[in-house]
């Protein structure tokens, strides 16, 4: 990692690239935000890009590409079947995590559903250290459960613990000896535990709950889809790997897993996905799967521009330059807002900065969303875009009733290399103001409720007009000021 110190003391993140292409920037009025988040029904992933000033939804496809990526993207081979980019694709998978074989798939969720399909049955258990989402509406839709063995570390909020995302081994031992060994479909470990807040989990948990996995005879199936980032804090925080390169800890980390599945929109910069393993049962069964849902083997749903640009993506991973930029600056927005009594998630983790809605708003009950309704109070008081993950993230349970999750969050995720630190302050300072006013801001409830996967399309009202007060206080505050 670059080190760069300061003449006048204090440190901030250095960017390690110059920005060379640019997307000019909309903000709005406040009137005309609140205008849009009605629109939306009170859900910012139904919000139009033209009212959103910076969007921090997520990392997913939206991260900047480098100059080598876009010229790699200029020689892509356009053939349906046996293209040279897919075999430039695939040697750069397998050089990556030494994996033999690797199969394509359109995006991280079309690797679950085909996996879940394959190996979750009526009945079968899914331990893993956290669920993410999609991962968990596959094994559900597919008749299976999840169990989560995290470490109980990993679900507190304030915490100097460098790896929260570790799985509990005593945990793990305790699922394999309730369920059976043959009722464990596999164990699944998650990279840069999404839905915790971007925690990491480290080379010498991974190994350990390989070591279980193997003596039971369960596959190991690691998601890989945030693993810059849990690379960079291996590499930052765990003595063993301190000496070690990033592609030696991603080989470690490829050697202890028997299938490896990743979305490319995150990891490698780009928009696809794809299933690596080294055994050749698991391949063949795999396999079958891609041109039914997929695409024929050699695109499996991608353009061969994305995959031109996921291989360059993926060796640019073992860069230290290149994935310490998110986490760097992510801790920096962290600790701006620890600093000021802004409940956030610590240590920062990768992805973005989790705030806890639940002691920010700590007058909202779960079952009005708090973590929806700062969603939509940030964005009213500054344009930006933040992800719900909290009870609207989750799926009733079989009789309807809410399933509690276990942190509010609203995760303001940082796409890598694509803002300035100016507008990171901006954001900062926004939160600050709308920290004073909390009090101001009330629960959201549900006028349209999808059953599946709800946070994506569901609309909300608020419970009352705090958000016209919310409106008023702003003008009263910052004038003229957009
Ligand atoms: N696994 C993890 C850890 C993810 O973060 C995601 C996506 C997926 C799997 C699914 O991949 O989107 O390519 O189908 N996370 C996005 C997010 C959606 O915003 O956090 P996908």
Request: neutral net charge; contains cysteine.
């Amino acid at each position: 990692m670059a080190n760069v110190k300061f003449y006048a003391g204090e440190s901030f993140p250095l960017e390690m690239h110059k920005v060379r292409i640019i997307q000019k920037l909309n903000l709005v009025s406040v009137e005309d935000r609140l205008k849009a988040i009605k629109e939306a029904g009170n859900n910012t992933f139904l919000l139009q890009n033209r009212d959103v000033f910076m969007d921090m939804l997520t990392d997913s496809g939206v991260n900047a590409m480098s100059d080598r990526q876009l010229a790699s993207m200029m020689e892509a081979d356009d053939s349906y079947a046996g293209s040279e980019t897919f075999c430039r694709l695939e040697n750069s998978v397998k050089n990556f995590f030494g994996t033999k074989y690797f199969l394509p798939a359109h995006q991280g969720r079309a690797c679950e559903s085909i996996l879940s399909k394959i190996f979750v049955k009526d009945g079968s258990v899914v331990p893993m250290n956290y669920h993410f989402t999609t991962a968990k509406a596959h094994i559900t839709i597919n008749g299976g459960k999840v169990e989560e063995i995290i470490i109980d570390e990993g679900l507190k909020i304030k915490s100097s613990h460098p790896f929260k995302g570790n799985i509990d081994i005593g945990k793990l031992n305790a699922v394999i000896k309730n369920y059976g060994a043959s009722n464990v479909a596999y164990v699944r470990m998650e990279a840069g535990t999404n839905l915790v807040g971007g925690q990491p989990f480290s080379l010498e948990n991974l190994e350990e709950t390989s070591k279980v996995c193997r003596a039971a005879k369960i596959p190991l199936v690691l998601d890989a889809s945030l693993l810059a980032d849990n690379l960079y804090f291996n590499k930052l925080r765990e003595e063993a790997c301190k000496n070690m390169t990033l592609a030696q800890i991603t080989r470690r980390f490829a050697d202890a897993s028997d299938i490896i599945y990743f979305s490319a929109r995150k990891l490698g910069f780009g928009r696809g996905g794809g299933i690596c393993t080294n055994s050749e049962e698991y391949f063949l069964k795999i396999r079958e799967m891609i041109p039914l849902y997929e695409g024929f083997l050699t695109y499996g749903g991608m353009s061969v521009r994305e995959m031109e640009a996921i291989a360059v993506g993926l060796s640019e991973t073992l860069d230290e330059d290149m994935i310490s930029q998110g986490p760097i600056f992510i801790d920096y927005m962290v600790r701006e807002l620890d600093r000021k009594g802004v409940p956030v998630i610590t240590p920062a983790g990768g992805l973005g900065c989790h705030v806890d809605a639940k002691a920010f708003l700590d007058h909202i009950p779960q079952s009005q969303y708090p973590a929806g309704a700062l969603g939509s109070a940030y964005f009213i008081a500054s344009g930006i875009r933040g992800m719900e993950r909290g009870t609207l993230s989750e799926q009733r349970d079989e009789n309807g009733a809410e399933t509690f999750s276990n942190m509010e969050l609203l995760r303001l995720a940082l796409p890598r290399r694509v803002f300035t630190l100016s507008q990171v302050n901006y954001a900062i300072d926004r939160m600050l103001w709308l920290y004073e006013n909390r009090k101001l801001v009330e629960g959201l409830r549900f006028v349209e409720e999808p059953k599946i996967l709800r946070f994506f399309f569901g609309r909300l009202d608020p419970v009352s007009d705090w958000q016209n007060k919310l409106v008023a206080k702003f003008r009263a505050d910052f004038g003229d000021s957009l």
